[in-house]
T-cell receptor
Framework: RKEVEQDPGPFNVPEGATVAFNCTYS??????FFWYRQDCRKEPKLLMS???SGNEDGRFTAQLNRASQYISLLIRDSKLSDSATYLC?????????????FGAGTRLAVHP | NAGVTQTPKFQVLKTGQSMTLQCAQD?????MSWYRQDPGMGLRLIHY???????DQGEVPNGYNVSRSTTEDFPLRLLSAAPSQTSVYFC????????????FGPGTRLTVT
């Protein structure tokens, strides 16, 4: 079983739609959680952290459910520029340092 | 700040050739790492370094060597390239092993024929 699992998509949505991605993780000792965004043929960039209480950044809302070991990302009012792959990242303290574990990503395609 | 830089952007190698992928950062970050990204798989850690002179193996170290003689530079050496090493390679850095926000370089697309 992969440590971090994501639906690869693609999610094809029209502009203005609301779309949600989920990500599950296998290790209950995972401590911190993030969403990264990766544009086609570019490097991953941090989109937002995910806090236990849930957090919002403009049109983006991230939530964490520790009991069920999943995190989610909700994008409201989708824009063409939101088209990208969204990587779920969890951290685990192992071997004396924080190890970042990446999911394979969920691809989003927003069309006019 | 240039952030994390990588060279080359693209490279084609023949099986058995060796080469070095360069990575540099100008943010005075202690922690640097190399990942490879393959279709359908998450980024996988190859090697990492928690400071100058200190390196360690990640999840998929076989066939790769690293060194960290300065804080700024963290080159990745392919000793004898194999087709299985065809991938996109990303270098990353963060302030220290205890911090979490990680910055990536633009990547090197490597093809081994």
């Amino acid at each position: 079983r992969k440590e971090v699992e994501q639906d690869p998509g693609p999610f094809n949505v029209p502009e203005g739609a609301t779309v949600a991605f989920n990500c599950t993780y296998s290790n209950s000792a995972s401590q911190s959680f993030f969403w990264y965004r990766q544009d086609c043929r570019k490097e991953p960039k941090l989109l937002m952290s995910v806090y236990s209480s849930g957090n919002e950044d403009g049109r983006f809302t991230a939530q964490l459910n520790r009991a069920s070991q999943y995190i989610s990302l909700l994008i409201r009012d989708s824009k063409l520029s939101d088209s990208a792959t969204y990587l779920c990242v969890v951290t685990l303290f192992s071997g004396g340092y924080n190890k970042l574990i990446f999911g394979a990503g969920t691809r989003l395609a927003v069309h006019p | 700040n240039a952030g994390v830089t990588q060279t080359p952007k693209f490279q084609v190698l023949k099986t058995g050739q060796s080469m070095t992928l360069q990575c540099a950062q100008d943010m005075n970050h202690e922690y640097m790492s190399w990942y490879r990204q393959d279709p359908g798989m998450g980024l996988r850690l190859i090697h990492y370094s928690v400071g100058a002179g200190i390196t360690d193996q990640g999840e998929v170290p076989n066939g790769y060597n690293v060194s960290r003689s300065t804080t700024e530079d963290f080159p990745l050496r392919l000793l004898s390239a194999a087709p299985s090493q065809t991938s996109v390679y990303f270098c990353a850095s963060r302030l220290s092993r205890d911090t979490l926000e990680q910055y990536f370089g633009p990547g090197t697309r490597l093809t081994v024929t």
